[in-house]
């Protein structure tokens, strides 16, 4: 997966993220599984992809880690959300689920928006 000219906005679908990882997305798709668990599995691998092969250093105090982060509107109308790094001791976050830079965090909080959401919001 890894390529010099890769640029993870080619990441569109879970089936992109996919494609890029080697993974056959009918995989994760066991009889039962809970909604939540098979967006965080997605998750998992759509990360992977737009990471391009990058795995976080946790000894590494120093090594950006980006996270999205999301806000329920009170309202209920919308699901709004900023991306941060981590630089506090603990995160409400997966470790599965960091970026290695702000923009492919962005990026993903946007385009996988409604994946998030099945997720998060169980």
């Keep these: 997966m890894k390529s010099k000219k890769f640029d993870f906005r080619s990441i569109k679908t879970f089936e992109d993220a996919c494609k890029a990882t080697g993974i056959d997305p009918e995989a994760i798709n ?13 998750l998992t691998i759509i990360v992977k992809a737009i990471n391009d092969g990058w795995t ?3 000894s590494n ?3 950006a880690k980006w996270f999205p982060w999301f806000r329920v509107l009170p309202s209920g109308s919308g ?4 991306c ?3 630089y506090c001791v603990s995160t409400a976050a997966s470790s599965c689920l960091c970026f ?9 909080r946007k ?6 959401k099945r997720y998060l919001l169980i």
Excluded: M, R
Excluded at 79 to 82: C, L
């Design 100 to 108: 290695k830079t702000k923009k492919g965090c962005d990026y993903a």
């Design 84 to 86: 941060s790094d981590s």
């Design 111 to 116: 385009q996988f928006e409604a994946t998030y």
């Design 79 to 82: 699901f709004s959300g900023s």
């Design 30 to 42: 066991l009889p039962g599984l809970l909604d939540h668990v098979l967006a965080y599995s997605q």
């Design 61 to 63: 105090i120093n090594q």
């Design 56 to 58: 976080p250093d946790w």
